[in-house]
């Protein structure tokens, strides 16, 4: 099973608009961390918030983190074309390895 | 754009081939882990190393899949004997602490078996 996954497949805006992806986890954590994938190419990492810190900011880019709820939410206002991409969340539960969630596509139309 | 390096970006394998992929990590990153991730776009964790050293690989790779990060040559995933379910994207990421700091991947070797 998914150890963290965002809660839709597919989300569409418009540029300019503002856009939220949500994930939730099921065990304890020690930080959280936001990827983007666009197509042909391989994972970038947009945040990493860590389980003492309820929010983060990276330019127009807001994750947020809510331990008692096991879930975060990644927020992009102004949204431009070439934020058009895979999200993932991807957590670190103690183990050697970071577990990703299956991905939310966004698409930002003109 | 990504400073880890893999090649090739695409190989093409029959079924019961061997495929070959290699990385080269970031410099100074000592952590290497190789993902596995499939048209649904979901990763799998396969194996990583620090340095030399594996720290953590799942049974899939114990049996069909080796890899190894030897000194001062690039690190390499090999599949012994290519199998259909075996068709995806191989992405490599290195790492200067682990699991629980950022991972700077590759832009991947796309593995299709015909």
């Known amino acids: 099973s998914q150890l963290a996954e965002e809660n839709l497949w597919a989300l569409s805006v418009h540029e300019g608009e503002s856009v939220t992806v949500n994930c939730s986890y099921k065990?304890?954590?020690?930080?959280l961390q936001w990827y983007r994938q666009k197509s042909g190419e391989g994972p970038a990492q947009l945040i990493l918030i860590r389980s003492n810190e309820r929010e983060k900011r990276n330019g127009r880019l807001r994750a947020t983190l809510d331990t008692s709820s096991q879930s975060s939410s990644l927020s992009i206002t102004a949204t431009r074309c070439e934020d058009t991409a895979v999200y993932f969340c991807a957590t670190h539960q103690g183990g050697r390895a970071l577990i990703f969630g299956t991905g939310t596509t966004v698409s930002v139309s003109p | 754009n990504s400073k880890v390096i893999q090649t090739p970006r695409y190989l093409v394998k029959g079924q019961g081939q061997k495929a070959k992929m290699r990385c080269i990590p970031e410099k100074g990153h000592p952590v290497v882990f190789w993902y596995q991730q499939n048209k649904n776009n979901e990763f799998k964790f396969l194996i990583n190393?620090?340095?030399?050293?594996?720290?953590?690989q799942i049974d899939m790779t114990e049996k069909r899949f080796s890899a190894e990060c030897p000194s001062n040559s690039p690190c390499s995933l090999e599949i012994q004997s290519s199998e259909a379910g075996d068709s995806a994207l191989y992405l490599c990421?290195?790492?200067?602490?682990?699991?629980?700091?950022?991972?700077?991947f590759g832009e991947g070797s796309r593995l299709i078996v015909v």
């Open positions: 190393f620090q340095n030399q050293e594996v720290l953590q």
């Open positions: 990421a290195s790492s200067l602490y682990g699991a629980g700091n950022t991972l700077y």
């Open positions: 065990t304890s954590i020690t930080a």
